[in-house]
Nanobody
Framework: QVQLMESGGGSVQAGDSLRLSCVAS????????MAWYRQLPGMERKEREL???????????YYADSVKGRFTISRDSAKSTLYLQMDSLKPEDTATYYC?????????WGQGTQVTVSS
């Protein structure tokens, strides 16, 4: 079992920055990668979009085209913490952001943190 707890969301103006954090606890050894997803207003859970993912073993992170060059994903394995540095935020980045961890044949989700960007 893995527990994920996000923090760092908030309400900001366009062009501002935020850093999201996700602390993993439990059997973190079994986590093969960690990712950030977001669920935009009106979007169903199954439609959550992948924002960025960082893999074990040094493979380059993946970013959605919509955030490439503005967001940076990183992971501090010693602290079992995943980060998402979000710069040059846009109103269309408004969403609930979720931390995700694939774990063998399962995956775990955090409870989400709200990010609201006003113009």
């Amino acid at each position: 079992q893995v527990q994920l707890m996000e923090s760092g969301g908030g309400s900001v103006q366009a062009g501002d920055s935020l850093r999201l954090s996700c602390v993993a606890s439990g059997d973190t050894i079994g986590i093969s990668a960690m990712a950030w997803y977001r669920q935009l207003p009106g979007m169903e859970r199954k439609e959550r979009e992948l924002v960025a993912i960082v893999y074990n073993g040094g493979r380059s992170p993946y970013y959605a085209d919509s955030v490439k060059g503005r967001f940076t994903i990183s992971r501090d394995s010693a602290k079992s913490t995943l980060y998402l540095q979000m710069d040059s935020l846009k109103p269309e980045d408004t969403a609930t952001y979720y931390c995700n961890a694939p774990y063998y044949t399962r995956e775990f989700w955090g409870q989400g943190t709200q990010v609201t960007v006003s113009s």
